[in-house]
């Protein structure tokens, strides 16, 4: 049940620890890698999209909307299940983005808001 749901989860599985990798050397530079096509069409789901995507994120969410991609959605929950990915995006927001050519880019745009706790009003 859990692949049907999530098809591309363990193709992004399988990429973990090279997106982990990309996501702290995006830290000086944007990076890319070359994914293969066949892997994402070996699923057997035609996007209606096509494959590509640009996925933002910080603190654990995604800033961009997921709804039309499953590639998208099962890449961050992939990252969502990822302690050292979790902490890299409480430090910063990231652009995620799959162009048509299936290269995939990671991108550390700007330190991330600090979340602050909100402050109560002292009691009467």
């Known amino acids: 049940m859990f692949f049907e749901s999530n098809?591309?989860?363990s193709l992004w599985n399988k990429y973990r620890p090279?997106?982990?990798k990309l996501m702290v050397a995006a830290e000086k530079d944007p990076?890319?890698?070359k994914l293969f096509s066949h892997e994402f069409k070996a699923v057997g789901l035609k996007e209606k999209t096509g494959y590509s995507f640009v996925l933002e994120v910080s603190h654990g969410k995604a800033v961009t909307a997921?709804?039309?991609s499953a590639v998208a959605r099962d890449l961050l929950g992939i990252l969502q299940q990822s302690q050292k990915a979790s902490q890299l995006m409480t430090e910063a927001v990231y652009e995620l983005k799959?162009?048509?050519q299936f290269v995939f880019h990671v991108t550390r745009k700007v330190e991330a808001p600090?979340?602050?706790a909100p402050v109560e009003a002292p009691a009467k």
Do not use: A, H
């Open 98 to 100: 799959l162009d048509k």
């Open 31 to 33: 990076q890319q890698y």
């Open 66 to 68: 997921t709804k039309g």
């Open 18 to 20: 090279m997106i982990l």
């Open 114 to 116: 600090k979340v602050e």
């Open 7 to 9: 098809p591309y989860s």
